[in-house]
């Protein structure tokens, strides 16, 4: 999957390993980008500003109805006009944890269901949280938060529970990932 510009504006693309077999999969005047498969394949989320602020869509890998997921737009029910910067798949479930950024509070962090778009929100109000990366087992996510004006690495519990900072840098640490052991 890719973010091409090759029919004028950035859309979600699919091809095969050695270049062939390119599928277009989006079609709007609004650019589509960072594109990622579901682990099971079929799906593709992306990020679009094509109804306003950048927010996380999902398309069925193999082409189709274009869903969006997040629930920026003020229009909608829950929408609070943030924008989606970043997202991660849940390693085994059709589960998205998402960072949405309302300047100037700063970003929060949501999980959405594929299968029921029930979105839930991690973060407390006034938290700065970001960059969030699931565990391999999908019991914890990683991201990194700015608190008194560093960005620090933090872990909580994928209910939103048992927050911990692990890092306690005089610098800025971010982008966490995980590896498999």
């Not at 989006?26 to 306003?52: C, E, L, N, Q």
């Not at 990366?133 to 519990?157: D, K, L, N, T």
């Amino acid at each position: 999957a890719l973010a091409s510009s090759r029919a004028g504006q950035l859309d979600v693309w699919v091809m095969q390993a050695d270049g062939s077999a390119a599928k277009r999969l989006t079609r709007h005047s609004g650019d589509s980008i960072k594109p990622r498969w579901s682990p099971s394949g079929r799906f593709i989320a992306f990020i679009s500003g094509r109804d306003g602020p950048d927010e996380l869509y999902v398309v069925p890998a193999d082409g189709g109805e274009v869903r969006k997921l997040s629930a920026a737009s003020r229009s909608r029910p829950g929408g609070d006009g943030a924008a989606v910067s970043r997202f991660a798949w849940h390693p085994t479930e059709d589960r998205i944890v998402y960072s949405a950024r309302r300047p100037p509070e700063g970003a929060q962090l949501y999980v959405v269901d594929l299968s029921t778009g029930v979105i839930r929100r991690l973060s407390r109000e006034g938290q700065d949280d970001r960059e969030p990366s699931w565990s391999p087992s999908g019991e914890y996510i990683a991201f990194s938060a700015v608190e008194a004006g560093a960005s620090e690495i933090f872990i909580m519990r994928a209910d939103g529970r048992r927050r911990s900072r692990l890092t306690h840098t005089n610098g800025q640490a971010w982008l966490p990932t995980w590896t498999s052991a």
